[in-house]
């Protein structure tokens, strides 16, 4: 069964960065279309970043320019790193193929943006 792992979330001001990672087992990244997913309060979960299998990327409107997703294939790690944070990034963050997650979702990163 593929297990999903994200980490790297925190407290971060308005306007800083942070870079979250998901590693997963039973899956390897280079070969599935996979994105991040964040859920913010009382909302229900979007698709904030999709890296493509054949290296197409795509942005939710919001984050373009400011989100980067990558990876890592050697470490079967998925990366998003975040800048000029604002305070609707706030949510939990989560990594699954995309656009349609086909596995069991991972804890998540609780990632807040203070204004």
């Known amino acids: 069964q593929v297990q999903l792992v994200e980490s790297g979330g925190g407290l971060v001001q308005a306007g800083g960065s942070l870079r979250i990672s998901c590693s997963a087992t039973g899956m390897l990244f280079k070969f599935n279309s996979v994105g991040w997913f964040r859920q913010a309060p009382g909302k229900q979960r979007e698709l904030v970043a999709r890296?493509?299998?054949?290296?197409?990327?795509r942005y939710l409107d919001s984050v373009k320019g400011r989100f980067t997703i990558s990876s890592d294939y050697s470490k079967n790690t998925l990366y998003l790193q975040m800048n000029s944070l604002k305070s609707e990034d706030t949510g939990v963050y989560y990594c699954?193929?995309?656009?349609?997650?086909?596995?069991?979702w991972g804890p998540g990163t609780q990632v807040t943006v203070s204004s």
């Open positions: 699954n193929t995309a656009p349609g997650p086909q596995h069991p």
């Open positions: 890296l493509h299998d054949a290296g197409i990327i």
